[in-house]
């Protein structure tokens, strides 16, 4: 059994005036990590890295994820490696395809994403460690003889880990990274099936994301995280449902709902329960210790409710 690092994520919504102050507490209060997201027309995931690395003194900070295709190799190893450089021991690189339809709208949806993946993260790993890379010109990720400078290398080399959800996908980052980022939500369930697609040699990292709120009334919790599973349902994210013995009536009450809101609204709460961390404090430990027990290494706290600030207060409870 794994006893999870607790993280916390940055909202990509977050005013930026209110980014840095947001690490600092989070640091304060006692999390182990902070994990940045790059989401298209937010901000930059190296870029909100390096602030929050900066404006702290010992937190640990992802990156969850920065889209593959939307960036050459050989520079996004440059960011990598000045993060890694300047801050080591502090820093997790995640990758990923991205979303379909935000690749495409800015025209970087590969033909095979996954051959495209695989070849990307064997590169920019080879890269970190310091290593001369050259590949075919006809290769998924095109490098003839690129290399960082030894000045640039960071002397502990940073995880770089996948976030993926389907079965081949998850499978592919046991061949070529250290580990999983699980987008949310993550149920035990879900976590346990992730891990044995993985299939690693040895245990993975697995960071899962979830709606998170802490409140000593439960039903007040669970009504200000079922708001943030509205979206649940929708077909990418069939993989983290499919092990729920309500997967099928999701689906149906998803379909019979003229809305998102509606559908939220309508969540039995044992379904909010299974799909969220939200209630006291000792139930909401209860939920990291199940998702520990199935593989997580870092549960990471998605703060809901409409002020992310007074959130991460409550959400701290926790630690």
């Known amino acids: ?67 593959a295709a939307a960036r050459n190799v050989g520079f996004a190893a440059m ?15 995640g990758v990923g395809h991205g979303m379909p339809d935000w690749m495409r709208q800015v025209g970087a949806w590969p033909g095979r994403p996954l051959t495209f993946l695989e070849a990307y993260t064997r ?6 460690r310091g290593e001369t890379v050259t590949t075919a010109p006809d290769a998924p990720v095109v490098l003839d003889g690129v290399a960082l400078d030894p000045s640039s290398l960071p002397e502990v080399v940073p995880d770089v880990i996948l976030g993926v959800r389907g079965p081949k996908s998850l499978a592919a980052a046991g061949r070529v990274a ?36 802490v409140d000593d009334d439960e039903a007040r919790a669970l009504d200000v995280a079922r708001h943030a599973l509205a979206w649940i349902g929708e077909p990418d994210w069939a993989p983290h ?14 379909a019979d709902s003229a809305s998102p809101e509606e559908f939220a609204s309508r969540m039995p709460d044992a379904w909010v329960r299974e799909l969220s961390l939200a209630g006291s404090a000792d139930q909401v430990r209860e939920r990291i210790a199940a998702r520990g027990a199935a593989g997580a290494t870092t549960c990471v706290l998605f703060p809901s409710g409409p002020d992310p600030l007074a959130a991460l207060e409550q959400l701290a409870r926790v630690l």
């Open 241 to 254: 449902l499919a092990q729920q013995p309500f997967a099928a009536e999701l689906a149906a009450l998803r």
């Open 1 to 67: 059994m794994t006893t999870p690092h607790i993280g916390v994520l940055l909202p990509r919504d977050l005013p930026a005036h209110l980014v840095l102050e947001h690490a600092r507490r989070a640091e304060a209060l006692g999390f182990d990590e902070l994990w940045v997201v790059e989401d298209l027309g937010f901000r930059g995931g190296a870029a909100q890295a390096a602030a929050v690395l900066a404006a702290t003194e010992r937190l640990h900070v992802g990156i969850g994820i920065l889209p």
């Open 178 to 213: 250290e580990g999983v980022v699980l987008a949310e939500p993550c149920p035990p369930a879900y976590v346990r099936a992730a891990v044995e697609h993985v299939a690693a040699p040895t245990p993975p990292r697995v960071v899962t994301y979830d709606a998170a709120c």
């Open 79 to 93: 960011d990598a490696a000045t993060l890694a450089r300047l801050f080591p021991g502090r820093v997790t690189i």
């Open 123 to 128: 590169a920019l790993r080879a890269l970190l």
